[in-house]
T-cell receptor, first 112, second 115 residues
Framework: GEKVEQHESTLSVREGDSAVINCTYT??????FPWYKQEAGKSLHFVID?????DRKQSQRLTVLLDKKAKRFSLHITATQPEDSAIYFC???????????FGTGTTVSVSP | EAAVTQSPRNKVTVTGGNVTLSCRQT?????MYWYRQDTGHGLRLIHY???????QIGDVPDGYKATRTTQEDFFLLLELASPSQTSLYFC??????????????FGEGTRLSVL
């Protein structure tokens, strides 16, 4: 079955710098890639997604890039702020597939 | 407002005990999911359902049963709880269906401790 590997377990950045989280997947039939944010002690909240028919999507300070050839996708956060500190999860779903498969999460810490 | 509500929010039980985790969604979604979150493992899919009476097996189903009684309600049952089932459990719902590309909406989670 599909597996999603999230490469960075922790990421520390200074406020105002950029952060990049990388994920790879195994199933070439994967077609949907959402990202979730989990603040300390809270639930997962959707932040941005990308579908396999595009290779880039931007929403304010967040950009997702998708490289289907390399089976890799990444989340870019620009101009980081302390409130960006959280665990970020990538996920993938196979076209017509049953459920999202998640990566192991990246803890992002933004320091002043 | 779309919502997924889990109960209880916290639960402590003993080894061998019975536990039922409840989830209700008011989003008219077809799909509901149970995940467990553990450090180093991310979220792992336990069971899911695409409608009342339907149950699909996830990636880590051992020791868990689930039942979808209505479109709104999805339950996770641990009949002989073990310490390895100590975890944070999330329920989620989505519109689902083939080709569905919507991010599931998550509940607030249930923290379960098995002593």
């Amino acid at each position: 079955g599909e597996k999603v590997e999230q490469h960075e377990s922790t990421l520390s950045v200074r406020e105002g710098d950029s952060a990049v989280i990388n994920c790879t997947y195994t199933d070439t039939a994967s077609s949907y890639f959402p990202w979730y944010k989990q603040e300390a002690g809270k639930s997962l909240h959707f932040v941005i997604d990308i579908r396999s028919n595009v290779d880039r999507k931007q929403s304010q300070r967040l950009t997702v890039l998708l490289d289907k050839k390399a089976k890799r996708f990444s989340l870019h956060i620009t101009a980081t702020q302390p409130e960006d500190s959280a665990i970020y999860f990538c996920a993938a779903r196979v076209q017509g597939g049953r459920a999202l498969i998640f990566g192991t999460g990246t803890t992002v810490s933004v320091s002043p | 407002e779309a919502a997924v509500t889990q109960s209880p929010r916290n639960k402590v039980t003993v080894t061998g005990g019975n536990v039922t985790l409840s989830c209700r969604q008011t989003n008219s979604h077809n799909y509901m999911y149970w995940y467990r979150q553990d450090t180093g493992h991310g979220l792992r899919l336990i069971h899911y359902s695409y409608g009342a009476g339907n149950l699909q097996i996830g990636d880590v189903p051992d020791g868990y049963k689930a039942t979808r009684t209505t479109q709104e309600d999805f339950f996770l049952l641990l009949e002989l709880a073990s310490p390895s089932q100590t975890s944070l459990y999330f329920c989620a719902s989505s519109d689902g269906g083939q080709g569905d590309n919507q991010a599931p909406l998550f509940g607030e989670g249930t923290r379960l401790s098995v002593l």
